[in-house]
């Protein structure tokens, strides 16, 4: 798993914990998905579908890679163009903070928005 993906699960269930905590529910167990670093709202379905893409592991099937791209058109083809555009940057900048890596061609290094590189 990588790292990143470990990060979400850990943030995601200290979250849900604390909610429970507070409704005095005892703790749940792991859960089955991995949740990922997306604030709910507008456009959330749009943002996870393109985390969803850029975590997918180097060695995913062509399948695999094929449906989260299709997901992530299906979503953003749901937004204005505006909008979809000004969160595909927002989402882009923040996974190359986290993770250091270009969510384009998942080089280390430089973050290519705007097809300045390998998008
Ligand atoms: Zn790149």
Known sequence: MPDLAKKALAIAREMREA???RK???????PQEI??????????AYRQALWHLWTLP???PQA???????EVL???????????????????????????????CQEPGEL???GSGGS
């Not at 949740?35 to 959330?44: I, N, R, W």
């Not at 937004?79 to 250091?100: C, D, I, K, M, S």
């Open 74 to 104: 299906l979503q953003e083809s749901l937004l204005p163009p505006l909008v979809a555009q000004a969160l595909h940057r927002e989402e882009a900048r923040r996974f190359h903070a986290e993770t250091g890596r270009c969510p384009f």
């Open 24 to 30: 005095g529910l005892p703790p749940t167990p792991e």
């Open 112 to 114: 290519h928005l705007d």
């Open 19 to 21: 909610e429970r905590r």
């Open 35 to 44: 949740p990922l670093p997306v604030a709910a709202g507008p456009g959330a």
């Open 64 to 70: 695999t890679y094929d449906q989260a791209l299709a």
């Open 58 to 60: 180097p060695d995913a």
